[in-house]
C-alpha cells in the first residue's frame, strides 16, 4: 500500500485525502489536482487496486497512444467498460510491474489534468 501511496504523494502540488467510497463502502487514500482526482487505492483482502476514472473522448486516445504506458495496462483501459463517457479502471498491484505500469498510467493523468488546469 505504501509504494501505492508514494505515487500519489510524489505528485507536484498532489493533495493526499481520505475519501469515503460509497460502493465499497470503505474509507480510501485517494490523490487530487484541485478538485480533480487523479487515482484512489483500496486494499482488498485479496490484495491492493489502484483505480482511476478514464473519460473514452479525451483522456483514453492520450493513454492509448502514450509510448510511456505499457501494453498491459493499455489492455486493461481498452476492455474497461463504463457509462456516460468515462471509464473505472481496475488495476491489480500485486507486482512491480504492475506497479510500475500504473504509474506511467497516473503520470498521463496528471499531466493531462495540469494541462486543463492551465
Not at 68 to 82: F, Q, Y
Not at 89 to 104: N, Y
Amino acid at each position: 500500500m505504501s509504494l501505492a501511496q508514494n505515487l500519489g504523494l510524489a505528485l507536484p502540488e498532489a493533495d493526499g485525502r481520505t475519501v469515503y467510497d460509497g460502493f465499497c463502502r470503505e474509507w480510501t487514500p485517494a490523490y487530487y489536482l484541485g478538485k480533480r482526482q487523479i487515482f484512489h487505492v483500496h486494499v482488498f483482502k485479496s490484495g491492493i487496486r489502484g483505480s482511476m476514472f478514464v473519460g473514452v473522448r479525451a483522456l483514453e486516445p492520450l493513454i492509448m497512444a502514450s509510448p510511456e504506458v505499457p501494453g498491459h495496462i493499455k489492455e486493461i483501459v481498452d476492455n474497461a467498460r463504463g457509462g456516460s463517457g468515462t471509464k473505472m479502471l481496475k488495476i491489480t498491484l500485486a507486482t512491480p510491474e504492475d506497479l510500475d505500469g500504473f504509474g506511467k498510467l497516473v503520470q498521463v493523468k496528471w499531466e493531462f489534468e495540469l494541462y486543463w488546469l492551465g
